[in-house]
């Protein structure tokens, strides 16, 4: 299949589509990776709210906040939170951070038979960056994040990670790792001013293996409906 004819799978993202040749190619694990309060929680519960709007099932796997938590800052974006739960196009996972052993055993051997019986399309990991934190060395990470990858591609779902990113150099996740088990990168960042101080909130892509995307660095904000990203700052063909 050539790149104009893979199959796309919206964001829910005003713009950021655009950027994608119509959105992320269908089954790619992508990481989102930012700074905290860049919106990355939000860029994974919107593009699952996307999804349930299409009648796709979508799965959140949170090692962070709890279900209540979650769905309530999805509330404050004005999606459809309830009907998607009652329906079952919205589901949340958590894996609890404390149950250490359990969650790693659950990654390498049912995760993703689990996530293939509940018929997901779509899936959010919110962060690697703390399941990054459950392995002792470096190769029981990768080993961690090479899993996780594998059950989400066993599921047939398109997939978003989130990850901290480094704050010395904020281009980079904090583990280093994430980067390379991942099909695609969308780096979530603040814009500055030639004095330092931050001035907004800008976005791009740094990799989308088999297809063409935008390469340009957009602003974006996040509002009342979620993220939207700035289609009218540059000619995005331009940037190719």
Known sequence: MSE??????????????????????????????????TGKTCFGLQFLFAGAARGEKGIYLSLEEDEPALLASAREFGWPVDAAIHAGTVKVMRLDPKQTHQNLLRIQSDLGKELKQMGAKRIVVDSVSL??????????????????????????????????????????????????IADGVVLLGYSSAEDGHRIGLSLRILKMRRTAHARTVQPYQIGAGGITVDSKAVDFGRGR
């Not at 994608?20 to 992508?30: Q, T």
């Not at 002792?136 to 990113?165: H, I, K, W």
């Open 4 to 37: 104009s004819e893979t199959a796309r799978v919206t964001t829910g993202i005003a713009g950021l589509d655009e950027m994608l040749g119509g959105g992320l190619p269908a089954g790619h694990v992508v990481l989102v990776t930012g700074l905290p309060g």
């Open 131 to 180: 399941l990054n934190m459950l392995s002792d060395d470096e190769p029981a990470r990768r080993n961690t994040l090479f899993g996780l990858a594998a059950a989400c591609r066993e599921a047939g779902a398109t997939t978003v990670l989130t990850a901290e990113a480094d704050p010395i150099h904020p281009a980079v996740t904090r583990d280093g790792l994430s980067e390379y």
